[in-house]
Each structure stands twice: as structure tokens, then as C-alpha cells.
């Protein structure tokens, strides 16, 4: 998950930390054609995301679940709901001009571990 620099710009080397808490919102500025499908990808942000479960680069490997799922129309500037567990992937259209279809506008993780003693915790 990447955390913001100084600048506001997303740092995925600067990643967000085990069990320090914060909100940040960053930009991330791509080149389209070449980062259509991988940076934009909603599918790589949502499947293919692992968490440390510990603090150490040692820790294990937890999978992400996608818990909800919303469309964006920017014609209309609506969101409707979508099947969490069918994550489109992202593609440039083919057109006159170039063009990406189902890229990842916004996206929320909420983590949310459990200690010992089975007590949930939101980070």
C-alpha cells in the first residue's frame, strides 16, 4: 500500500507501516499506454496485494479480500455497486485517441487483525 512523500505523490518504497494508524491520500501521476494495465489495474491493487502479519520483512504473507466494489461513471458521476469478487482488470480501447477502460480511480483498505485472544482491531 503505498503512503504519500512529501510532495503528496504516491511512494510505494515508502510504504504505510504495521500498526501505526494514519489516513493519507496521494496522487499518482502514469504515462496511460504503458501503465494501463499494471498501475491502473484495479485487479493488481485487489488480488494480487499481500500484508506483512507481522513487523518484520520476515513476517508472513497475508492475502487482501475485496470487501465491496463500486463502478464509477464519469458521465453521469455515479457510483453503482459491483460484484466484489469479480475485480474487472483495466485495458487501453481501442480509438483515436488513447484510452483506458476499468482503471482504478479511488481505493480504501480498512485492516483489521486479530491478537491472541482473538480481539479484532481496525488500523
Known sequence: MPNTDVNG???TIFAAHYLEGSSNTCVNEVALKEECKST???RDWANNLLVFAG???NSAKIPVTVKSLYYYDDQSGVYTVGDPNAVPAS????STT???AN?????QYTVITSNK????FNL
Open 9 to 11: 505523490v504516491c511512494n
Open 40 to 42: 491502473l489495474n484495479p
Open 55 to 57: 513487523s518484520s520483512s
Open 91 to 94: 485495458a487501453i480501447t481501442a
Open 98 to 100: 488513447c484510452s483506458c
Open 103 to 107: 482503471v482504478l480511480k479511488e481505493i
Open 117 to 120: 485472544n482473538g480481539a479484532d
